[in-house]
């Protein structure tokens, strides 16, 4: 059974940092390419950053510079370091396995976590 579990949400105020965690079991973790994803209330759900295998990064230029996603393969972890946060990044986090598909798009597979609430204040 394949599990995502995310942690690290908060309230934070704007400018401030946070990290996100996700521990997965259940797959063969350095397999697999994993993403972050966020959803606003009201909002599409965006992808955030993915990672490949070979740890090759991809950024949403809407998080670029202030975002790095990284993983982890031994402890089967896959983090997001959010830096210079904006009220516009209030949503829930979600991380995810992706599959990489041609021009390395990201498309989500069916795991997901269940999501981590970040709150960024003005």
């Known amino acids: 059974q394949v599990q995502l579990v995310e942690s690290g949400g908060g309230l934070v105020q704007s400018g401030g940092s946070l990290r996100l965690s996700c521990v997965a079991s259940?797959?063969?973790?350095?397999?697999?390419?994993m993403a972050w994803y966020r959803q606003a209330p009201g909002k599409q759900r965006e992808l955030v950053a993915h990672?490949?295998?070979?740890?090759?990064?991809v950024t949403a230029d809407s998080v670029k510079g202030r975002f790095t996603i990284s993983r982890d393969n031994a402890k089967e972890s896959v983090y997001l370091q959010m830096n210079s946060l904006k009220p516009e990044d209030t949503a829930v986090y979600y991380c995810?396995?992706?599959?990489?598909?041609?021009?390395?798009?990201?498309?989500?597979?069916?795991?997901w976590g269940q999501g981590t609430q970040v709150t960024v204040s003005s």
């Open positions: 995810a396995v992706v599959r990489i598909r041609d021009q390395n798009v990201a498309v989500p597979s069916d795991y």
């Open positions: 259940g797959i063969i973790f350095s397999f697999n390419a």
């Open positions: 990672i490949t295998p070979g740890g090759h990064t």
